[in-house]
C-alpha cells in the first residue's frame, strides 16, 4: 500500500523531531557549560567608577549696548560689500536679491511665448532644467544683470552690465529671440 504525500507528513515530521530531540541527549560538553554559567553568576561584579565631577561653568550675560546689529545694514556694512563705481557711474546692485533666472546664461535660457495679463506683456522662459517662468519688464535673467528692458511677441530686449576690469562696468544691449 502506497500513502500520498499528504498522509505522510505526519510521520516524517514525528521522526525528525525524535532524531532531533534524542541528539539533546547527555552531552559532557553541556556539563561544562552549566559549571560555567554557575561560576559566573557566583562572582562580585566588579566595582563601578565613581561619578566624574561637573564643573562649574560661569554665566555670561550678553550685553548688546554700544554694539551694532548684525541684521541691520550700516554703512560700513554697505561700503564693504558695493562694489566701486566706475568713472561713468555704472556698477550692479549687490544688495539686491537675486531673481531665478540669473543663476543660468542667457543663451541656455529659451523664450516660448508672451502672455497679455492686465495690460501687462509676460515673456514666457523656460529654463535648462525645463521648468517655465514668466518674466515682465524690470525682471533680471542671466548671469550679468541682464535688466529686461522690453517685451515684444519677436523677444526680449535686455540691458546687461558686463564687467570689464576692476571696477570697470560697461552696458551692453542683447536680447533673446522668440524660439519656435
Known amino acids: 500500500m502506497s500513502l500520498s504525500f499528504g498522509a505522510r507528513l505526519p510521520y516524517v515530521t514525528a521522526l525528525i523531531t525524535a532524531l532531533g530531540l534524542g541528539g539533546c541527549g547527555d552531552d559532557p560538553g553541556l556539563n ?48 564693504a560689500i558695493a562694489p566701486e563705481t566706475s568713472g ?33 506683456m509676460w515673456a514666457l522662459i523656460v529654463s535648462p532644467d525645463g521648468v517655465l517662468h514668466r518674466v515682465s519688464v524690470g525682471n533680471y535673467m542671466g548671469r550679468n ?16 552690465l558686463v564687467n570689464e576690469g576692476v571696477n570697470e562696468w560697461v552696458e551692453q544691449q542683447t536680447s533673446i529671440a522668440l524660439k519656435q
Open 32 to 79: 561544562e557549560l552549566q559549571a560555567f554559567v554557575a561560576e559566573q553568576q557566583q562572582r562580585r561584579p566588579p566595582p563601578l567608577d565613581p561619578v566624574p565631577q561637573i564643573k562649574q561653568i560661569d554665566n555670561f550675560i550678553y550685553d548688546p549696548t554700544g554694539l551694532r546689529n548684525p541684521f541691520i545694514m550700516d554703512e560700513l556694512s554697505i561700503e
Open 88 to 120: 561713468n557711474g555704472l556698477a550692479p546692485d549687490l544688495l539686491r536679491r537675486k531673481e531665478e533666472l540669473e543663476q543660468y546664461s542667457l543663451d541656455s535660457l529659451r523664450m516660448v511665448g508672451t502672455l497679455n495679463q492686465d495690460e501687462t
Open 145 to 160: 544683470y541682464g535688466r529686461v528692458t522690453s517685451i515684444s511677441e519677436q523677444g526680449i530686449q535686455l540691458t546687461e
